[in-house]
């Protein structure tokens, strides 16, 4: 009877504490909707500890991405479903200039899946621009990539996990033009840069860590010594992220 009384008490004990931990949890947060797990996704907020992981969940939910790139006002043109299977990209979306976003893309015939567009748009505000105006003085105009869609499995093995290119869910960037005409490139600038230019490619590759599910760079391997493979691939309740 001891036993089962002292046992009650600890269970009692334990739930008071976790609700403890739960309620100041809720008060620090409560100002700051991008870090509760329950909260709509808004990309007008600032980055938040699961923005990343909401970004990611878009890929279940076309209308709802599509809803939140026009309530934030970006400017998009939809693309035609193409593939099929594994390969089928069914809600790409080339992204453009104007409205709330800057930046261009080249070449323009792109179409990631509508999560990532809503990923280079939060890494537009949040990352990009504000480490261009830190680092080199001037706002990036234009993104070079080389693409977004390629019907393949991961590194182009015959065999095994299929990339996230195969669905156009992922985008690699190589390179950030600025306004005032200068380029930093991923392949040349990593590590012969200047120190700005280091330091600016180094501030969006982490950054982009935040609001993407994948972020691969030159640290990572050789095969991304010229690009950043930015993607958005929705791992579940998991929700673990790589970032190299």
């Known amino acids: 009877m001891l036993r089962t009384v002292q046992s ?6 334990w739930i008071a504490i976790l609700g403890g931990l739960g309620l100041i949890a809720y008060v620090m947060l409560r100002d700051r909707p991008q870090d509760l797990p329950w909260t709509a996704l808004d990309l007008t907020q600032p980055v938040g500890m699961l923005t990343g992981r909401k970004i990611a969940a878009l890929g279940r939910d076309f209308p709802q991405c599509r809803a939140l790139l026009d309530r934030a006002g970006v400017v998009y043109s939809a693309r035609p479903p193409h593939g099929q299977g594994q390969c089928l990209a069914d809600d790409g979306l080339s992204p453009k ?8 893309y080249s ?7 509508c999560a990532v567009v809503a ?7 949040q990352i990009v621009q504000p480490a261009a105006l830190r680092y080199l003085g001037s706002p990036v105009a234009n993104i070079g990539h080389y693409g ?3 019907c393949r499995r991961m590194y182009g093995k015959l065999e095994g996990v299929w990339s996230e290119h195969a669905t156009g869910n992922a985008i690699d960037i190589a390179s950030f033009t600025f306004e005032n005409g200068k380029t930093v490139r991923v392949l040349q600038d990593w590590d012969d840069g200047t120190k700005d230019e280091r330091a600016f490619l180094r501030a969006v590759r982490d950054g982009a860590c935040d609001v993407f599910a994948t972020v691969l760079s030159p640290d990572y391997n050789a095969a991304h010594a010229n690009h950043f493979h930015l993607d958005e691939a929705n791992r579940g309740s998991t929700g673990w992220s790589a970032c190299r």
């Open 8 to 13: 009650i008490v600890r269970s009692a004990l």
């Open 148 to 150: 977004s869609y390629s």
């Open 97 to 104: 200039s104007g409205g709330s976003t800057a930046i261009s």
């Open 119 to 125: 990923g280079l748009a939060l890494w537009e505000w």
């Open 107 to 113: 070449p323009a015939a792109v179409g990631p899946s």
